[in-house]
C-alpha cells in the first residue's frame, strides 16, 4: 500500500520540522524562516515545488564538513580549533563563499551564511553556487606566525574538500588578504598546482582588480540604486555606518566619493562619531590603523579631535539619512530600528549578512523605509569574486576601470530583479521579497532539471 505523505506543510509545519532538525541553531533558523515566509507565497500555486520539497532540500546542506585544527602558538602551547566548510547548494555551479575566523564561530552560523550564500550568488546572474566555511579562531592579537600555522593547518584538512571546479572560499570576518595569502600558499604546495582555488587573492598572484572594494562599494551602489528607484541620490546625505573593516571602509570611501558624509565607523568595543565627516583622507588612516597596526576604533579619537568615542555602544542612535550595518549579524534590533526610523533615515543597505533581527526587518517595512537586504546589497564582493574565477581560468586579468563598470552593472542588475519580484505594487518595493523569489528561482529551476538529487 502506498503511504500517505502530505506534501504540503504549510509555513508553519515546515519550519516547526526546521527548529526539530537544527536544535539550537537559532542563526539558521533565523535565516530560513526570513526566507521561508516570502518562498512559501511564491510556490503558492506551484505544484512542481512542493512535489520535489524544493525549500526542503535547499535548507538541508549538501554537506556539513567539520574537522579539528590543531597549531602551536608563540609560546609553545598546543591550541585546538574547530574548522568547517559547509556546502550549502550547487545546482548552479560551484559552492562559493567565504571563511570567517571569529571565536563566535559554530555550525549555526556557519549555515545560515552558506544559505543565505545560496540566494545571493544566485541573484548575481553568475554560476556559482552556496557555500561557507571558518573556525573559531580569533586573530585577534596574533602574531603573523600565529596566523600562518593556523591558516597552514585549517588549509591542511580544507584542501580535499575544495578545488576550483568543486568549492572556491574567500575572505570574510577575520579573513583578509593576509590570510588568503597563507591559505593559497599551503594548498599551491599540498596539491602542487596552481589554480583559481581562492579568491580575494593579492593581485600578484592572480588576484582581480577591485575585489577588496567590492563588497562596500557594492553595497553603496544598491543604495544608489534604491534611492534613483525614488528620484533620490546619496549626495549631500548623511550616512552612519557600522564596522570598521574591509565593508565598512570601502562602503565608507563610497559614500563619501558620491558626495554624503559619513558620520559613524565602529568595531566590537564600540563607535566613534564625527560630526565633521570622516572622509578619505580619515579612511585611510583608519583601514592603515586596521590592516597594518591592527589597531582598534577607539584610537580614532586621539588623532582626530572632533570626534568622540561610545564605548559599548552601536551606533543607531544617530541621526542619520543613510545607514549602512557593515559588521556582523544582529547588530540591529527592532528599537534600534525604531531609532533610526523616528530620526528620519530614508534608506538602509546591509553591507553584512543579516545585520538586522526579524522584527527590525518589520520595523523598517512598516515604516516603509528603502530596504536593502544582505543578500541583495552586498552581493557586490561575491560578484567580483565570480569574475576572479572568470579571470584565472582564462589565465587574463581585466583592468580596474573595466572591473568598476562590471561591478556597477552587476549591481544594478540585482536591483531590477528585485523590483521585479518585490515591487508591492503602491510604490514600495519589498526588497527582501525581491531577493528572496528571485534568488530561490533560478535555483529551485535548476534543481527541477536535476530530478531526484
Ligand atoms: P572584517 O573582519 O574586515 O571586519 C569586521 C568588522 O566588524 C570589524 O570592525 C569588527 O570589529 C566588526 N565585528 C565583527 N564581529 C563583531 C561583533 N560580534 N560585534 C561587533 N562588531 C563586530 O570583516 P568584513 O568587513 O569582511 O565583514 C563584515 C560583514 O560583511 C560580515 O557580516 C561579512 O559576512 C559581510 N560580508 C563580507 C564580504 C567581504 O567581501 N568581505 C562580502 C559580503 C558580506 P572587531 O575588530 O572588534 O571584531
Ligand atoms: O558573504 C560573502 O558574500 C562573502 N564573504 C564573500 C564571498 C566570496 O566568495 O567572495
Redesign the pocket.
Known amino acids: 500500500m502506498a503511504s500517505v505523505y502530505d506534501r504540503h506543510v504549510d509555513l508553519n509545519q515546515f519550519m516547526e520540522g526546521v527548529k526539530k532538525r537544527n536544535p539550537g541553531q537559532t542563526e539558521f533558523i533565523q535565516a530560513v524562516q526570513e526566507v521561508a515566509q516570502d518562498i512559501y507565497e511564491f510556490i503558492e500555486d506551484k505544484e512542481e515545488y512542493h512535489e520535489a520539497q524544493i525549500l526542503r532540500r535547499i535548507a538541508e546542506p549538501d554537506r556539513v564538513v567539520s574537522f579539528r585544527v590543531c597549531w602551536e602558538d608563540d609560546n609553545h602551547n598546543i591550541r585546538v580549533q574547530r574548522g568547517f566548510r559547509i556546502q550549502n547548494n550547487n545546482a548552479i555551479g560551484p559552492y562559493k563563499g567565504?571563511i570567517?575566523?571569529?571565536p563566535?564561530v559554530n555550525e549555526s552560523v556557519l549555515k545560515f551564511?552558506a544559505f543565505e550564500q545560496t540566494f545571493?550568488n544566485s541573484l548575481t546572474g553568475l554560476p556559482m553556487g552556496g557555500g561557507k566555511g571558518g573556525a573559531n579562531f580569533n586573530?585577534?592579537g596574533k602574531s603573523d606566525a600565529e596566523v600562518m600555522r593556523f591558516c597552514q593547518s585549517f588549509m591542511t584538512e580544507l584542501y580535499r574538500h575544495i578545488g576550483p571546479d568543486t568549492d572556491v572560499p574567500?575572505?570574510?570576518?577575520?579573513?583578509?588578504g593576509r590570510e588568503i595569502g597563507y591559505m593559497f600558499g599551503q594548498y599551491k604546495r599540498i596539491t602542487n598546482r596552481w589554480e583559481g582555488v581562492l579568491t580575494?587573492k593579492g593581485q600578484e598572484y592572480g588576484g582581480s582588480q577591485m575585489?577588496?572594494e567590492?563588497?562596500?562599494y557594492g553595497?553603496v551602489y544598491f543604495l544608489q540604486n534604491m534611492l534613483k528607484h525614488k528620484g533620490e541620490d546619496v549626495e549631500g546625505k548623511t550616512a552612519v555606518i557600522?564596522?570598521?573593516?574591509?565593508?565598512?571602509?570601502?562602503a565608507a570611501e563610497m559614500i563619501t566619493k558620491l558626495g554624503g558624509k559619513v558620520l559613524t565607523?565602529?568595531?566590537?568595543?564600540g563607535f566613534i562619531h564625527d560630526p565633521d565627516g570622516i572622509d578619505q583622507e580619515k579612511i585611510d588612516w583608519i583601514k592603515h590603523l586596521?590592516n597594518v597596526k591592527r589597531g582598534?576604533?577607539s584610537e580614532y579619537v586621539d588623532e582626530f579631535k572632533s570626534a568622540e568615542y561610545h564605548e559599548d555602544a552601536?551606533p543607531w542612535s544617530v541621526k542619520c539619512d543613510l545607514a549602512l550595518?557593515?559588521?556582523?549579524?544582529n547588530?540591529l534590533n527592532a528599537d534600534e530600528a525604531k531609532a533610526l526610523v523616528d530620526n528620519g533615515v530614508q534608506g538602509v543597505s546591509e553591507?553584512?549578512?543579516?545585520?538586522t533581527t526579524l522584527d527590525g526587518v518589520k520595523v523598517f517595512h512598516d515604516a516603509k523605509i528603502m530596504y536593502g537586504p544582505?543578500k541583495a546589497a552586498?552581493?557586490?564582493?561575491?560578484a567580483v569574486?565570480g569574475l576572479e574565477m572568470s579571470q584565472n581560468s582564462e589565465r587574463i586579468s581585466w583592468n580596474h576601470e573595466r572591473l568598476g563598470e562590471m561591478l556597477t552593472d552587476l549591481m544594478e542588475g540585482i536591483h531590477e530583479k528585485c523590483v521585479e519580484y518585490g515591487d508591492d505594487g503602491d510604490g514600495y518595493v519589498d526588497y527582501v521579497k525581491g531577493a528572496n523569489i528571485a534568488g530561490f528561482k533560478k535555483v529551485a529551476d535548476a534543481m527541477l532539471a536535476f530530478g531526484v538529487v
Open positions: 567565504g570567517r575566523f571569529h563566535s551564511l545571493k586573530p585577534r574567500a575572505g570574510d570576518i577575520g579573513v583578509g580575494g575585489r577588496p567590492a563588497t562596500g553595497a557600522s564596522g570598521s573593516g574591509n565593508v565598512a571602509t570601502h565607523l565602529s568595531d566590537s568595543g586596521k582598534r576604533i552601536r550595518p557593515c559588521a556582523t549579524q547588530e553591507g553584512a549578512n543579516m545585520p544582505g552586498n552581493a557586490g564582493g561575491v569574486s
